[in-house]
Each structure stands twice: as C-alpha cells, then as structure tokens.
C-alpha cells in the first residue's frame, strides 16, 4: 500500500492483491458492504458517477485500474489505449480520500503470462463485439472473474454503454454462483450526446463533435423502429453511413435485451435495444440506446 499525495490530501492506492486483500479483510467479517468500481482507466465523467453511486450505496468502495491485455484482440488498440494513472488519481481524490485503488502490474493480476480462460456465457458472446473481436469477452470474463476474487465485493457497478458487457457479467455471476449484486448504470454523455468513453481522449474537440452523429443515429433508428422492422431501420442506419466517407460502420444491431438475439420479427412481450460500433479516425467507438 502506498498513500499518495496530491495537494496535502492522501488516498491508498495498492499495486498487489496481496496487501489488498489483507486490508480488506477487517471489513469482510464486520458486515460492511463493498462496492466495486471495475475501470481501464483514462477516466471521465461516467466512471466517476459509478463510483459515487457506489459510494452511495456501500461503506467502501473500490475502483480498479487496469488495462487488461486479454481483452484485446488488435495489439495496436491495445499499445494506443490511453493510460492516464496519475490524472486518474487526482479525479478520485476529488470524491473522496475514502476511495481504495487497485491499480495493479500486469504480472500481479495474471502472475505470469497473460492468457484467457474459457466461458460460456450461453451464446451472449457471440454477438456484435464477439463477432469482430474474437476472444475478447474470454479476456473479459477471466479479468473480471479474478478482479472479483481479489475484492470480493458486495455490489459492482458497470456502465450500460458495454451493454452486452454487462450482460455477459451477470450471467457469468449466475453460472458461477457469485454472491455479486451486478449493477448497470445509465450511459453518460458528452454535451453534444456523445457517449462518455476513454478512446474519446483520442479524437480532437472537432472530431468528438462530429462524431455526435453516432447517437443522432441511434435516436432516428429509434424513431423509424417504431413504424418500421428491423431489417429496414438496420438498411437504413447503414445507407446512412455510407453517404459519410469519415466514418467506417462496423455493425448496427436491433437485438432484445435479454439474449442478445437479432430482431427477426417484432415481439410486444420483448425489450429491444440498438447496438453501434463505428471507426473514426481509426478510434473505435460504441454506443447503444434502448427502443421500447
């Protein structure tokens, strides 16, 4: 553990699990409630309202920086993610010096070297982001599920923008009988309604202005959903992409929110969602909007 300062205030921020989990202890046998607060760091407005919905709702709270190399299946994406510790430090110590920080050596988490494990998250993985990442809800459940071990937290908090992240996680606590209470929050946004995301460090004020047409999108797909089925609203998503030489769409997906299935006919009884994965300037970005 180390106590780091910034401006005369001083929070813990821990770089082994070992010493983590031993001062973690004393609040696992006195009925304390631990939140959680998962990150990759380079953090922004949304992962800071987690963590103070987290520290709303528990005695501790936790947040955890680690750029996980098992999620990534493109090492480019991965060497240019941004990494911001000491930035992400001085956000956390504006909330509160109460906040504990595991911010770990890739050899702390994974001692030695990295690899995924295998999940079966029932056919959730293999939509959208599995579809063009291959293994990297593999590296998404092996990080998770160690993260979990180490903290044993008693509520987790993820932002609704991974969508299908969030899912996959509630059901890998399902299957693998973890007393975790998953917690989805609602997505944050820039001012012009693009959603809050550390590759957004990447793009210049211009282009994160530009790139407002991804949620403008999602909001006329919305719209034209209502009248029209999937398969039309999903043409028209992508017809409108190609008009726009400055963004490559990836994928856009009407799925129902539960299995993550396509939308091959409309259902009243199901909750359908829209999912987004456009390149821009080469930055990956995501977003998603329910539709009922």
């Not at 996980?68 to 994406?77: G, R, S, W, Y």
Request: hydrophobic letters at 35%; aromatic letters at 12%; glycine letters at 4%.
């Amino acid at each position: 553990m180390f106590a780091i300062n910034f401006n005369k205030t001083a929070m813990h921020i821990f770089y082994g699990k070992a010493a983590l989990i031993d001062y973690l202890k004393p609040s696992k046998t006195n009925y304390s409630k631990i939140g959680f607060v998962p990150t990759m760091g380079a953090l922004h407005q949304g992962h800071l309202s987690l963590i103070q919905q987290s520290m709303s709702e528990n005695e501790i709270t936790v947040v955890s920086i680690f750029v996980n190399p098992t999620q990534f299946n493109n090492l480019e994406d991965l060497e240019k993610y941004p990494r911001t510790l000491e930035d992400d430090l001085k956000k956390i110590t504006s909330l509160s010096l109460k906040i504990i920080v595991y911010a770990p050596p890739i050899d702390d988490v994974y001692e030695g070297r990295p690899s995924s494990g295998y999940f079966n998250f029932d056919g959730l993985e293999d939509q959208m982001e599995g579809k063009f990442r291959p293994g990297h809800f593999n590296g998404v459940g092996t990080i998770v599920k160690r993260l979990f071990e180490i903290v044993e937290p008693t509520n987790a908090y993820f932002g609704e923008k991974d969508f299908q992240q969030l899912q996959i996680i509630k059901k890998m606590v399902r299957k693998k009988n973890l007393k975790i209470n998953v917690i989805g929050c609602p997505v944050f946004r820039e001012s012009n309604s693009l959603a809050m995301s550390s590759r957004n460090e990447l793009l210049t004020p211009e282009q994160k202005k530009e790139a407002s047409i991804i949620y403008k999108t999602l909001v006329d797909a919305k719209a034209k959903f209502k009248t029209n089925s999937a398969t039309v609203t999903e043409k028209w998503v992508q017809k409108s992409f190609e008009k726009n030489s400055n963004f490559k769409l990836e994928y856009f997906q009407i799925a129902d929110e539960e299995k993550l299935l396509p939308c091959m006919r409309k259902n009243k009884t199901k909750k359908y969602r829209a999912f987004i994965a456009v390149f821009f300037n080469n930055v990956r970005l995501i977003d998603t909007l329910s539709l009922n």
